[in-house]
């Protein structure tokens, strides 16, 4: 564990040497994701300022749930970029292969070998809102929501990873696995309003099958005072299994990879 | 025998590797038709919940604004990204030096080759999201055939204004060499104000302002109104004249803005 970490850090630092060689370009990348979801934001508050509320939830609320969203996303976004893109830059030109002669494990090697810096935006846009929300609709800011919000993002951001790690496995077999990421990950957008604003099927979908709705929804009812139940701390129980599945089935994956043998 | 097996065994490689290829492109085609369909799924939803307590929002009905939304979204792929990412890449790369030696016109050149995969997009986009809007969200496109005819003409104007926007926005690439950050500017700026996110009229209006002396509206906000029913067909004479003064406008613009800004050309080891 010690050596992993250390390890870790070095592969920071070296990632960092890279992006300071480019610097003008760092700090597009970091603010480029602010800008993007700007738009949305800016949108969305357009269209609530002409109506009081949707099915009784207010925009703040909205911004509670997508600020949730999106911090969880950044977690992602930030340690597990990488498995977007194992099939196109690692799988197929053979650059894969160095992993497996290496004494560590390959899915750290690879986790390690791209830290993401576009996240810095999506924490910047998700504390915002988080904070604008929290304040706005005067819900206590105590260390014990504090703490609950940290845990509950913490594990959504490993809920992405988990749906992540297990489409990108499928690279193993069909070498180009952004098509299957990017259907899965799409599903995602469900969760940054209200689960009640759908049939009650894409509910269900985000709740079991692709438990998106455990980044946002179900902590954000929580903190609002909606009475969920054991909902409310049922993320991190769900993010232990998806994460172990998608271990699993990664592992899997490894065992049947052939090289391309460029 | 053991050559024979060695073969057999080379052509099953072939044959596996041409299937994945073939499954891969396909992949990507129904993987981005399965997005689009979760997405389309979630404006719905959201645009229906705001309409389930009221009958009218900035004046139109849920019907007209669910028709708009979905063709915007449509359309918003032809537009996204422009092409100033392949100017970088021509000037960055050198290639820019062989283009301009070709014995036609550049920005012509470009230009036909741009609005002929963007038609294309277009057709594809109609056909394959067209049928599930009208299947699956229950979407009433018009019949009226002048209808459509209005909004081509509107979208190709549009296009062509765009066209020249993004030229001279590339132009910047001769000085910079540096475009990404300025294409997710744009990207951005874009969604907001060409009313791919929302129609135009729900913005409130000192943003509505800033949209209108933008010119990403032209490509996505005038068209998509025309063919969802929002904008009514008499006013298509002056919707016109308004396209092409932008595109008047614009098009002055962009050849100015070229032929002085490729004087400053730099080949970087073209």
């Known amino acids: 564990m010690r050596r992993y970490s250390k390890l870790y850090w070095y592969f920071v630092i070296q990632r960092f040497k890279i992006l300071m060689e480019y610097r003008l370009n760092f700090f597009i990348g970091s603010i480029s994701t602010i800008l993007f979801q700007a ?66 494990n390959p899915l750290f090697h690879l986790l390690a070998d791209r830290i993401c810096h576009d996240a810095i935006g999506d924490f910047i846009v998700g504390f915002s809102l988080v904070g604008y929300a929290m304040v706005k609709l005067q819900l206590p800011i105590t260390l014990a929501s504090i703490g609950f919000i940290i845990l509950m993002v913490i594990s959504g951001g490993i809920i992405f990873i988990a749906l992540n790690l297990i489409t990108a496995a499928t690279a193993f077999w069909i070498m180009d696995s952004i098509p299957v990421t990017n259907l899965v990950f799409s599903t995602n957008e469900f969760a940054q309003y209200p689960l009640t604003f759908y049939h009650r ?26 009475s969920i139940g054991w909902m409310a701390w049922l993320a991190p129980l769900v993010a232990l299994v998806c994460i172990t599945i998608a271990y699993r089935f990664w592992v899997f994956g490894l065992k049947h990879y052939g090289s391309t043998g460029s | 025998m053991n050559k024979l097996a060695y073969r057999l065994r080379t052509y099953r490689s072939v044959v596996g590797m041409n299937i994945k290829e073939m499954l891969a492109y396909n992949l990507w085609f129904w993987s981005q038709l399965g997005a689009h369909l979760f997405l389309t799924i979630v404006y719905v939803s959201f645009w229906k919940a705001l309409y389930s307590e009221r009958e009218t929002i900035a004046g139109l009905t849920m019907q007209q604004t669910l028709t708009y939304i979905i063709l915007a979204r449509m359309i918003a792929p032809l537009v996204q990204w422009g092409y100033t990412q392949e100017f970088g890449y021509w000037i960055r790369e050198g290639t820019i030096s062989s283009e301009l030696l070709r014995p036609v016109d550049f920005q012509e050149r470009i ?134 003064a932008w595109l008047a406008a614009m098009l002055m613009l962009s050849r100015l803005m ?3 800004s490729v004087r400053k050309i730099t080949v970087q080891g073209g």
């Open chain 1, 39 to 104: 738009a949305s934001i800016v949108a969305l508050w357009a269209v609530l300022r002409q109506v009081p509320s949707i099915q009784g939830w207010t925009l703040e609320q909205i911004l509670l749930i997508y600020g949730l969203l999106t911090l969880s996303k950044g977690i992602n976004h930030i340690f597990a970029d990488n498995l977007w893109v194992i099939g196109r830059d690692y799988i197929r030109p053979g650059q894969f292969d160095r992993f497996l002669v290496r004494p560590i």
């Open chain 1, 201 to 226: 099927s894409v509910g269900i979908l985000l709740t079991w099958l692709l438990p998106y709705g455990f980044a946002s929804y179900y902590p954000a009812s929580y903190l609002l005072g909606h």
């Open chain 2, 111 to 244: 230009f036909v080759g741009h609005l002929t995969r963007t038609f294309i997009a277009l057709a594809q986009q109609l056909l394959v999201t067209g049928s599930f809007a009208v299947l699956v969200f229950d979407i009433r496109l018009p019949t009226d055939p002048l209808i459509w005819l209005s909004f081509l003409i509107s979208l190709l104007l549009g296009c062509s204004i765009l066209f020249c926007f993004d030229w001279i926005f590339g132009c910047v690439a001769f000085y910079s060499t540096e475009v990404w950050g300025l294409q997710v500017v744009r990207g951005s700026i874009l969604m907001l104000f060409s009313g791919v996110l929302l129609p135009l009229t729900m913005l409130p209006s000192s943003l509505q302002t800033v949209a209108q002396w933008m010119p990403f509206a032209q490509s996505v906000s005038i068209p998509v109104s025309l063919l969802s029913g929002i904008t009514p067909l008499d006013q298509l004479g002056s919707i016109w004249l308004q396209q092409l």
């Open chain 2, 258 to 260: 070229f032929q002085f």
